[in-house]
Structure formats: structure tokens, C-alpha cells
DNA sequence: CTATAACTCTCAA
DNA sequence: CTAACGTTGAGAGTTATAG
């Protein structure tokens, strides 16, 4: 019997930022999501006012002078290191864990059923707010997706104390009547779209779905919404995942700081992604077997004229080599340049990834040069690691790009750079 | 006609 | 002062294409 509990943060990035200058407690807070474009976090304060996840930043401005709210950009480094933590410390409390996002992780609670797994789920808690000074919560069930509504109850007190809620000890009729006050929409793998079409078969509340014929469900939808309902009647069909495996494709796009309209500027842009995406990919050892580029023009602009294109190159050899990949990005993006629009964004992917191992060089090859270029590549992602990104680069990039993403409240990198230390602290 | 590739849709954080 | 709206990845299902 499968036990599962879901180990998520409250408000993570915001917690995060204000977790550094306790000025902020209570002081409503938001994370923007990169270009500081759209709210992608909001502390307690916020949420309590109201405003809504995924509203762009401009939109907001009045409302958050108005109340005061203050407004970081994402600061990717601090949250990435401060998860780090928290998974080191739920680590702590068993050997079989899935870290889910960057917030959340599964943890097999199946060998601690002779506990109070309740008193289990606050002791985690409690040692997160301690040693870290962050406020999770937890849910616990007998599966993934359960375990994920438990972990919904438990944020909003639902049954039991706040932040913690077991459903292993919640007997059918309590779990039936809590069920029936949740909307179907709240259950994991329910989004916009599916959540529209079962309200309009009727299925309204998580029991709603929990009770439907699965068959239907399957034939109506598909075989992963009936698994869902399986999950919600407490046959576990999804497995912890405790190994990660390697990315099937890996991508690296963003949108500008500025419009570019010029071909110089978004060959400088597609370099610098594909350097990006190709130290990713030789961090998994794999090689890339194609290569996609896209530009587009903004979607939203009403009055400008709008365009997007995109285009996939095979590569004739497998390579994790940043300079082909930018030879051959740059001539894909030549192939889809149109003069005369301002571009918003740009992006690559890697596609048909392979393990450096597995790879069948080509007859032609020369096994001695490409051994070399390896070893460069190498050398290059230790330099950049050591001396960071873009110190040793291809020459098309530049050394300033003019269209970087806004980043206009950026608080420091406390746990990651001595400099990020605020000055405040060492009067 | 079938097997595979390519593309579309949906979801998640 | 104005204009301004994220990124990355997976899986399933459907459609197109090759042999």
C-alpha cells in the first residue's frame, strides 16, 4: 500500500524575497515572471487583496502603488538555491522522494504507516519553518493526486489544522462530504479547458469525477483523465519518480527588453540561446539531432504587423558543439528573417537528443577532431562555470545585449553571492 | 494499408 | 513621459507521409 505525502511551499518566490529583508513581513509582495512581464507569485497579502495569479505587471502598477505592494523580478539563483535546501531537509525524512518543481515533492511515506502520519506530516513542517524559515504544507494520501488535493485542503484548512491534512484516517463519509466541496477544477491534471467541458456534462465537484463511469471518461477524453479518477478513488496509478531522466528536447527562449527589427541584433539573441541550451545539453552528456529556431513579433500589439516563423534544421551529425549549432541557427534564422517587423521574441530548441554514448559517428567523421572539439567544449562550460556566463563565447554574440529582458527589481543573490550580502547588515 | 513521423492540444510549475 | 502580457517540458491523440 502506497502512502504518499505532497511537500509544497506557500507563496515560494515570494516567501523567498521576503524571507531576506524582514522589512517585508507583512508588506503584500509579487514576483514577476521574466522581462517582468506577468505576476507569477503572491504573498498572503496579496492573494487577500484580490488580485488574481498571471496579471501583467502594467496593469497593476496603480492597484500596487495604491497598497503598497512591492514588486521583485525573478531571481532564479536565490529560489533554485533556497529549494535546494528544503529538499535537503525533507531528505531527512525519507529515503524515496521525487522533487516535483522547483516548490514541491513527493515524498513515499509507505514504510512510516506504524506512525501518526499526521504528527509525521507537522514535524516536516515545523523543521522547514525553523531551519529555514519557510512555511510549507502538506497532504498526505494514498495517491499522487490525493496526495496533491490533501496538500489543497491543508492550505486552505479544510480538514483539520492548517497545513497539514491526512487523508489515510479520513473515513469514506467525511472524505465523500469533503470531495463535494471542492471544485473539479482544483484536481491535478483538470485544466482551463477540461474543467469548461465536464461543468458542462455536469461534473462540477472533485466527487462529481471521482463517481463517472471511467469508461465514458476514457472514450469522452482520454486514458490520462481516466487514470485521475482512478487516482481519486485511491488506486494509485502514478509511480514516484526518483530519477530524473534526461530531457528529450531543451529549450531556451525569451522575450526582449526592447523590439529588435534588425537581422545583427537577432543573430546576437539566437547565438546566445543556443549557447545556452547547448551548456544544457552537454550537461546531460547528450547531442543534439536538430536544431529549431523561431522569431515572432508581439501577439498582443493590436495596430503593428504581426508575424511568426519558425524553422527545424537536421543536423548531418549529432553534436553538443556550440559552434555548429550557431552556424547552423544562424542560417536557419536567415531563412525566416523578414525585414520590416519589431520582434518581441526569439527562441531555439534541441531536438532529437541522443547520449553522447550512443551516438553512430558518421563514416566521414574524423574521430580524432571531434574528440578535440569535445575536450574545448568542456574547457569552455568550466571557464563560463568559474567565471561566468558568457566570458568565453562565439563571436557573433556581443558582449552587451541592448535586448535584454527588463529586469527592474531585482533583489541580490543572497545565499550565492558574497555580494548579494545588503549592506544594511554589516553596520 | 500500416508503421512511423510530424504536428496539435492540453497541462503543469 | 510612454508603453508594457513568461518559460520549459512532457505525453497523448490526430493527421500526414513513406514504403
Known amino acids: 500500500m502506497p502512502v504518499f505525502a505532497l511537500v509544497d511551499c506557500n507563496n515560494f518566490y515570494a516567501s523567498c524575497e521576503k524571507l531576506f529583508d524582514p522589512r517585508l513581513v507583512d508588506t503584500p509582495v509579487v514576483v514577476l515572471s521574466n522581462n517582468d512581464g506577468c505576476v507569477v507569485a503572491r504573498s498572503a497579502e496579496v492573494k487577500a487583496l484580490g488580485i488574481p495569479m498571471g496579471v501583467p505587471w502594467f496593469k497593476l502598477k496603480d492597484t500596487a502603488k495604491r497598497y503598497g505592494i512591492v514588486a ?129 456534462m455536469g461534473i462540477k465537484t472533485v466527487l462529481d469525477l471521482r463517481e463517472a463511469d471511467a469508461e465514458m471518461i476514457r472514450s469522452r477524453f482520454s486514458v490520462v483523465l481516466e487514470r485521475t479518477l482512478r487516482e481519486l478513488r485511491g488506486i494509485s496509478c502514478l509511480d514516484l519518480d526518483e530519477v530524473v531522466p534526461d530531457k528529450q528536447q531543451i529549450m531556451c527562449s525569451r522575450s526582449f527588453g526592447q523590439y529588435i527589427y534588425r537581422l545583427p541584433e537577432l543573430e546576437d539573441a539566437v547565438a546566445s540561446y543556443i549557447a545556452r541550451a547547448a551548456e544544457k545539453l552537454r550537461a546531460q552528456d547528450s547531442l543534439a539531432g536538430a536544431l529549431m529556431v523561431f ?22 551529425d549529432p553534436t553538443a558543439d556550440t559552434r555548429i549549432l550557431v552556424q547552423c ?25 541522443c547520449p553522447h554514448s550512443m551516438v553512430q559517428t558518421s563514416l566521414f567523421a574524423d574521430s580524432g577532431n571531434t574528440l578535440r572539439n569535445d575536450h574545448l567544449m568542456a574547457t569552455m562550460d568550466r571557464i563560463n562555470q568559474k567565471w561566468g556566463r558568457g566570458m568565453l563565447r562565439v563571436a557573433v554574440e556581443r558582449a552587451q545585449h541592448p535586448w535584454q529582458m527588463k529586469r527592474g527589481h531585482m533583489s541580490s543573490r543572497y545565499t550565492t553571492d558574497w555580494a548579494g550580502l545588503p549592506k544594511v547588515w554589516a553596520k
Open 295 to 316: 522569431i515572432r513579433t508581439n501577439p498582443f500589439s493590436e495596430n503593428e504587423p504581426k508575424y511568426q516563423n519558425s524553422i527545424t534544421l537536421p543536423l548531418p
Open 329 to 353: 541557427g544562424l542560417q536557419a534564422l536567415k531563412r525566416i528573417y523578414r525585414q520590416g517587423y519589431a520582434y518581441q521574441k526569439a527562441g531555439v530548441m534541441l531536438c532529437n537528443l
Open 72 to 200: 521583485f523580478s525573478s531571481n532564479y539563483e536565490l529560489y533554485a538555491d533556497m529549494s535546494d535546501r528544503v529538499v535537503e531537509v525533507l531528505r531527512g525524512f525519507t529515503p524515496n522522494l521525487e522533487v516535483y518543481s522547483i516548490d514541491e515533492s513527493f515524498l513515499d511515506l509507505s514504510g512510516f504507516m506504524h506512525l501518526d502520519l499526521a504528527a509525521y506530516g507537522s514535524e516536516i513542517r515545523q523543521r522547514i519553518q525553523v531551519w529555514l524559515g519557510l512555511a510549507v504544507c502538506v497532504g498526505i494520501a494514498g495517491s499522487k493526486t490525493l496526495a496533491k488535493l490533501a496538500n489543497h485542503c491543508a492550505k486552505k484548512g479544510y480538514a483539520g489544522q492548517f497545513g497539514v491534512c491526512d487523508f489515510t484516517t479520513i473515513s469514506p463519509a467525511e472524505m465523500t462530504a469533503l470531495l463535494a466541496r471542492i471544485e473539479v477544477g482544483e484536481v491535478w491534471g483538470v485544466g482551463r479547458k477540461i474543467h469548461a467541458r465536464l461543468q458542462e
